[in-house]
C-alpha cells in the first residue's frame, strides 16, 4: 500500500487519487511532471439549494393549470418548504400564480353566471357562448403556458396588475 503524499492516507497501488483528500498520486516510475485531471464531482450539476429542485423548476411548476396542480405547488414552494420559500424569485412567483388562480376561479363563476342567466331568458343566445367559453379557456392556458416558459428561463415577468401586487407580496 502507498500513501497519501498530501494528507499520509493509505490508497492502494494502482490508485491515481487520494480517497481521502483527492490529491492526484504520482505513479512510482512514471513522469512527476504529469498529472491526471481530477475525477469530476459526483452531484447534479444545476440543482438548487442543498442539492434540491432548481429554482426556475420549482417557480414553472407553481404554474401548472392541471386541477389546482399549480395552486398547491405555489402553496408549497412559496409558504411552505424550506429552502424554496427564502428564494425571492420562487416567492414572486407562487405569489402570481395564487393571484391569477383566484381571478381566473372569480372569472369563471361570474362567466357561467352570465351564461345561466341568458340561457334561462333567451333559451338559446347561451349556446352561442359555449365557443366563447372555449376560446377563454385557451387563453387561460395559453398565459398559464407563457409563464411557465419565463419562470423556466428565470424571468421574472410581471402580469399587469397582479405583478405588481406579487412583487410587493415577494418581497415583504
Known sequence: MALCPKCG???ADDAKFCGSCGATITPSGGAPGVTPTPPPSPGP????AQGGMA??????LVYVPVCFVGVVCAI???????????????RFHAWQ???IHVCLVGFWIAWWFIVMILAFITHG????LF????????GALVLMVFLMIKANGMQTYKV???GDWAEKQANS
Open 9 to 11: 492516507s493509505q490508497v
Open 45 to 48: 450539476a444545476s440543482s438548487g
Open 55 to 60: 429554482p426556475n423548476v420549482a417557480a414553472l
Open 76 to 90: 408549497l414552494f412559496g409558504f411552505l418548504l424550506d429552502p424554496y420559500k427564502k428564494d425571492r424569485f420562487i
Open 97 to 99: 400564480s395564487l393571484a
Open 125 to 128: 343566445l347561451a349556446i352561442l
Open 131 to 138: 365557443p366563447v367559453n372555449g376560446l377563454l379557456g385557451v
Open 160 to 162: 399587469p396588475v397582479i
